[in-house]
């Protein structure tokens, strides 16, 4: 092999190994974060989020003979798969629900969000962070923030399926985390929120007690519906979800639909 030709070919490799280096370093940074521009949903495209699909029966039902009695033996009370409802919280839930007036929806005609419960999200509670940073920030876990509010990675286990979703936020994986209103608006304002001030239909729309970050198929799926008309898919759920809306419907003076009742005491006569 001629002097030139091994030159060649000792640039060539040096080459190579050079491309590689900085494809593996590349790979780190992005891995840790150091890459990864403002994911603002306003921003562009960043990494994208990958979820773990479950289904109904990837998520056993609680059941009361599988409940711990020796709390050094109980579940981890965070795990949104498991039930944390009690038979003293079912109890209570079936009594308030007893006290909701059951009649027929209002019209819906001309229902605005933004113009009847305010725009998505504001900051209720004046803590400087919105509503949505608000609930991410309780619901996630391991999640990291842009300065003291903006959530933009974490991990969230759906109350509504048992799903893993590994969050990042950007325009096109943001909406793989929805926060979802428990009590849906146009369901309130369909049961009695038109008669509530502006100042309580944006408390209503940004109540805490009647929000939850979920999976964002669950919450397409369920849009303004009920519970006649949706559930969540993890049965061990039910139990706090329908608490959760029994709750919120008397906070905020709302009624409830026949349907809508029977479906509620189903679910909480089982818990």
């Given amino acids: 092999m ?23 370093g590349g790979y780190a940074l992005d891995a840790t974060g150091v890459l990864g521009p403002d994911a ?9 989020a990958t979820a773990t699909v479950g289904t109904e029966t990837d998520v056993p039902e609680a059941s009361r003979a599988s409940r711990p009695t020796d ?16 038979d003293t919280d079912a109890a ?4 308030l629900l007893a006290t909701l007036p059951v009649k027929g929806k209002a019209a819906g005609t001309g229902y605005d969000r933004t113009g009847e419960f305010g725009s ?13 940073n608000d609930v991410l920030a309780r619901d996630l876990s391991g999640i990291v923030r ?14 509504y399926t048992g799903a893993t979703i590994h969050f990042v936020r950007g325009n096109t994986t943001s909406t793989l985390v929805q926060i979802d209103h428990v009590v849906a608006l146009e369901n309130a304002w369909r049961t009695g929120a038109q008669q509530l001030s502006q100042s309580e239909r944006e408390a209503l729309a940004n109540d805490p007690s009647n929000l939850f970050a979920v999976d964002g198929r669950s919450n397409s799926q369920k849009r303004s519906g009920d519970a006649a008309t ?13 608490e959760h809306q029994v709750s919120v419907k008397a906070e905020y003076r709302l009624w409830i639909v026949p349907a809508e009742r029977d479906a509620m005491e189903r679910v909480l006569n089982a818990c």
């Avoid at 603002?40 to 994208?48: K, L, N, S, Y």
């Avoid at 842009?146 to 109350?159: A, D, E, I, W």
Wanted: net charge positive; hydrophobic share 35%; proline share 8%.
């Fill in 2 to 24: 001629t002097s030139r030709r091994r030159r060649r070919t000792r640039i060539s490799l040096t080459s190579v190994l050079v491309v590689l280096a900085l494809a593996v």
């Fill in 40 to 48: 603002d949903a306003a921003a562009g495209p960043t990494a994208v």
């Fill in 71 to 86: 709390p050094t033996d109980a579940t981890d009370p965070t795990d949104p798969t498991v039930s944390t409802s009690t």
């Fill in 92 to 95: 209570d839930a079936r009594a």
């Fill in 120 to 132: 998505a999200w504001i900051d209720v509670d004046h803590n400087g962070c919105d509503t949505r």
């Fill in 146 to 159: 842009q300065g003291p509010c903006k959530v933009v990675t974490g991990t969230l286990v759906s109350p």
């Fill in 230 to 242: 949706w559930l969540p898919a993890n049965k061990a759920f039910r139990c706090t979800y329908i």
